[in-house]
């Protein structure tokens, strides 16, 4: 064997030991149309589809929503029942039975189910105080707690607290300091002091303003309001 047959030789070796998987990728590179039969008609498998989808980049010019739709379309759908349930709970010494969606806040349950407006939306997020009621006598923001949670549950609200003929201590004593200016805060700070009063707080008024640093009076009362609740701490 001469030098020119040699060289030939080696040639057709290493074409035979080349990978299959680069003569494969070269195809799907330079294939940048789905693939057709004869007759120029489309031949689409979902083999094919996928290939040259991968290939050619044609996944980014699909509309969105058609990428969207398979998921769209194999998502649970909750039947509207789920969402409701059957709450029993006692509101201002009343028994209450309420069908609600699990979703419903002790403060929207309040307002809208049983139109007990004293009961006011601030912020909705645990920063203002303004929803206050008591569960079970303690002090809660109502914003922030499911009336799903309350099964059993004994809550007062600002109605439940007084009376317009017989006004709760605090209720006077606010009245008596002109503690509010536009009212908005005024149920749920009276509310918190009212809690205030079973809570273990010092006698100084620093004490007392850092137990009611949870609500918050845009009006700036706040001096008032600490002379109402002193006035009514120091009676008792
Ligand atoms: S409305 Fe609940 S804390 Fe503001
Ligand atoms: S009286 Fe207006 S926010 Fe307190």
Redesign the pocket.
Known sequence: MNENQQEEARGESDRRSSPPSRQSNAVLVESATPPSDDGGAPQLTRRSFLMWVGSSGALGALPAAALAAPVAASAPVAAVDDALVTVRLTVNDVAQEARVDVRTSLLDYLRENLQLTGTKKGCDHGQCG?CTVHVNGRRVNSCLSLVAMHEGDSVTTIEGLGTPDRLHPLQAAFVAHD????????SG?IMSAAALMTEPCGRADTDVKEAMSGN??????YSN?VAAIRQVRDAG
């Open positions: 303004a503690a509010l200016q536009c009212g908005y805060c005024t700070q918050i009076c845009r009006c700036g009362a309001i």
